[in-house]
């Protein structure tokens, strides 16, 4: 089977499933595992953000929405030639990776599997639903991730919970949305300002003030941990009036922005750090 990724967490399950030799292409952010580096890319930014702090990435990621603007280049024509039997793609998050509806009319005829979870359940099913559609067992994998997901409950919920606060962006701040809350609740740590299973929007550092964090947790969404850590540096006055007793900077492109088996390995930090 000959497989595109237009999506890293769904590079890092295929792999995770074994079907890592099934990848033909992927996308220029599919760098886990190192495997994945050594492909075909066939996307690339079509914005210059390597160079701009959170501040700047938000105006020009806000600017391009408004002008109808897709953050992605996708060669099509090299994914046509490369003759998919298969290519898997996002409803999720436009900014965060290649949104499915930007290629389903030019790779009309190839076969395409959306993922759009919203739910850590959701990201466990869209891995099943993946396996599925490339013929593999799903269930090897299923049982070592519920596994860890179950041990960590227990250790987690064997403590006293903890208030805490966990932001996706920084400037502005972003609090967690989607699969993060469920990450968050099995840690045992309560989130106020969590949004389940819904899009994280932006919000004022008061608003985070305002919950009274015990723990901080910052892992901005595509940053790892140096980058984030020099972000939160910028904002060293904003994340020192939240007076929160403990400040957590993790990395958040490699764990709790992707959608995959690695949703794991976040939950386990998590558990590791509150």
Same mark, same amino acid.
């Given at each position: 089977?000959?497989?595109v990724?237009l999506?890293?967490? /769904?590079?890092? @399950?295929?792999?995770?499933?074994?079907?890592g030799?099934?990848?033909? =292409?992927?996308t &220029?952010?599919?760098?886990y595992?190192p495997?994945?580096?050594?492909?075909?890319?066939?996307?690339r930014?079509?914005? *210059?953000?390597?160079?701009k702090?959170? =501040?700047?990435?938000?105006?020009?990621?806000? $600017? !391009? =929405?408004v002008?109808? *603007?897709?953050? %992605?280049?996708v060669?099509?024509?090299?994914?046509?030639?490369?003759?998919?039997?298969?290519?898997?793609a996002?409803?999720?998050?436009? #900014?965060?990776?290649?949104?499915?509806?930007?290629?389903? #009319?030019?790779?009309?005829?190839?076969?395409?599997?959306?993922?759009?979870?919203?739910?850590?359940?959701?990201?466990? +099913?869209?891995i099943?639903?993946?396996? =599925? /559609?490339?013929?593999?067992?799903?269930?090897?994998?299923?049982?070592?991730?519920n596994?860890?997901?179950?041990?960590?409950?227990?250790?987690? &919920?064997?403590?006293?919970?903890?208030?805490g606060?966990?932001?996706?962006?920084?400037?502005?701040? %972003?609090?967690?949305?989607?699969?993060?809350?469920?990450?968050?609740?099995?840690?045992?740590?309560?989130?106020?300002?969590?949004?389940?299973?819904?899009?994280?929007?932006?919000? @004022?550092?008061?608003?985070?003030? $305002?919950?009274r964090?015990e723990?901080?947790?910052? !892992?901005?969404?595509?940053?790892?941990?140096?980058?984030?850590? /020099?972000?939160?540096?910028?904002?060293? +006055?904003?994340?020192?009036?939240v007076?929160?007793?403990?400040?957590?900077?993790?990395?958040g @492109?490699a764990?709790?922005?992707r959608?995959?088996? *690695?949703?794991?390995d976040?939950?386990?930090l998590?558990?590791?750090?509150?």
């Open positions: 089977m000959r497989i990724s999506l890293p967490s /769904a590079t890092e @399950s295929l792999f995770a499933l074994g079907l030799g099934s990848l033909v =292409a992927v &220029h952010e599919c760098d595992p495997e994945a580096s050594s492909l075909p890319i066939v996307t930014s079509t914005l *210059r953000l390597h160079d702090d959170s =501040a700047g990435i938000e105006t020009a990621v806000s $600017e !391009a =929405a002008a109808g *603007r897709s953050l %992605y280049f060669d099509t024509q090299a994914i046509q030639e490369l003759e998919p039997d298969l290519v898997v996002q409803d999720v998050c436009r #900014v965060c990776a290649v949104s499915a509806d930007q290629v389903a #009319v030019d790779l009309e005829g190839i076969r395409m599997i959306r993922q759009h979870p919203h739910s850590l359940q959701d990201v466990l +099913a869209d099943v639903a993946l396996a =599925a /559609a490339c013929g593999a067992d799903a269930e090897p994998l299923m049982r070592r991730l596994a860890r997901i179950e041990a960590v409950r227990r250790t987690a &919920h064997e403590r006293p919970p903890v208030r606060v966990f932001l996706e962006w920084l400037d502005p701040p %972003y609090p967690a949305g989607h699969w993060t809350p469920d990450l968050l609740a099995l840690a045992g740590i309560e989130d106020p300002l969590a949004r389940p299973g819904a899009p994280s929007v932006a919000i @004022s550092w008061a608003e985070v003030a $305002e919950a964090p723990l901080l947790v910052l !892992a901005p969404c595509g940053f790892n941990r140096q980058r984030a850590q /020099a972000e939160a540096d910028l904002v060293r +006055a904003d994340i020192e009036s007076g929160a007793n403990h400040v957590v900077v993790l990395d @492109s764990y709790f922005n959608p995959g088996p *690695r949703l794991v976040s939950l386990e998590l558990v590791a750090n509150r």
